[in-house]
């Protein structure tokens, strides 16, 4: 197996495997790689092919850490991108990766690859056999909830818990109305309105927070084959929510929203607002919609135990990813996992 880099003519080269793979992640993207690298300077973006007489098997983007010193870490988000169900493909990979980070001096402290891949016992073992070892916790979300948009309509709402379509019925009669704004179609003021509750949100649920800035890069860099949409739940001026949705391919991707505490109006209106977006995505050709993050839902004491339990209402696949697995490049490494370890909220060590 061969390794190429793709240069930036190739860009839809990339991303044409990548939005057709069973395995896609909206993080293996060749614009949430421009998005890293332009928006922070110690982030730089490298994406590599794998071929197999002639024929591209899989695809990884590598961001590449910058830290001080001069060293850096290598860290592939929800990747490489492949047939994880072909072992064998799985086993001719995982050794040609490893043998395109042995090039490097020892200045890189150490590879992370954060598999797009649910916990297998196979996969496991191919990685630690070629010197991956499972870290303690993971960068992204251990769990992930998906919903197939496949059904009918009538199908999709008689697969939720029926607490989940009695609340639905519930904000529909409270005049709770949900606005949708495509990529060109967001304002500043739509943004700003997005990022407050998601500030909000993030420090009530204890989870990290990305700068405004940020999300001002994302709405520039989308569009095309990555495209983006921002959901706004409303009743009688009050705004209640916003959630900002990537699509890649056929999968929609939640992975930031924010939530407003009203004591006037039931926190229930969340169903219906969730229930249109899922609509929406549907109309729009999505066919699997990954809810993003998800807690344990046998410790009611874990910070994403109350929204975790609000999304498995919808049904759904829980995805329990394999997690993350490091190959170390370097004698620091070791001090740098003691350092993380003293650094990590409990919740994440123990959850991933």
């Known amino acids: 197996m061969k390794v190429i880099i793709f240069n930036e003519t190739e860009k839809e080269k990339y991303n044409n495997f990548l939005s057709t793979s069973k395995f896609k992640d909206i993080l293996q993207s060749w614009q949430w790689g421009e998005i890293k690298s332009k928006f922070n300077l110690h982030w730089k973006a490298v994406r590599i092919g794998f071929l197999e007489n002639n024929e591209l098997k899989g695809v990884a983007q590598i961001l590449e850490r910058k830290l001080p010193f001069g060293l850096s870490l290598f860290y592939v988000p929800r990747g490489p991108i492949t047939d994880w169900d072909n072992l064998n493909l799985v086993r001719e990979l995982i050794p040609t990766i490893r043998s395109f980070a042995d090039k490097f001096n ?72 949900v606005d949708v704004f495509n990529n060109n179609e967001v304002s500043i003021d739509e943004l700003k309105g997005f990022y407050n509750l998601y500030k909000e949100t993030g420090k009530r649920f204890s989870f990290s927070l990305r700068p405004l800035k940020q999300f001002d890069y994302l709405l520039k860099e989308t569009g095309g084959l990555v495209a983006l949409k921002l959901y706004k739940a409303r009743v009688r001026g009050l705004v209640l929510a916003y959630g900002l949705v990537l699509i890649l391919g056929d999968r929609a991707f939640y992975i930031w929203g924010g939530t407003s505490r009203h004591k006037s109006y039931s926190k229930f209106f969340n169903y219906g607002y969730i229930w249109e977006m899922l609509r929406d995505l549907k109309k729009s050709g999505v066919r699997t919609f990954d809810f993003w993050g998800l807690g344990p ?56």
């Open 297 to 352: 839902l046998d410790n009611k004491k874990h910070p994403w135990y109350g929204f975790s339990l609000f999304k498995t209402a919808f049904g759904g696949e829980r995805v329990d990813y394999i997690g993350a697995f490091d190959f170390s490049k370097s004698k620091l490494y070791p001090l740098f996992k003691i350092a993380d370890r003293l650094m990590t909220p409990g919740y994440r060590a123990v959850g991933s």
């Open 106 to 177: 020892n200045k890189i402290i150490f590879w992370r690859l954060e598999p797009p891949v649910g916990s297998r016992k196979e996969v496991s073992e191919i990685l630690k056999n070629n010197g991956f070892k499972k870290y303690f916790k993971t960068v992204q979300p251990p769990s992930t909830l998906l919903i197939n948009l496949s059904p009918s309509e009538d199908e999709l709402l008689k697969s939720f818990r029926r607490t989940a379509r009695n609340l639905i019925y519930r904000s529909k009669r409270e005049g709770v109305m």
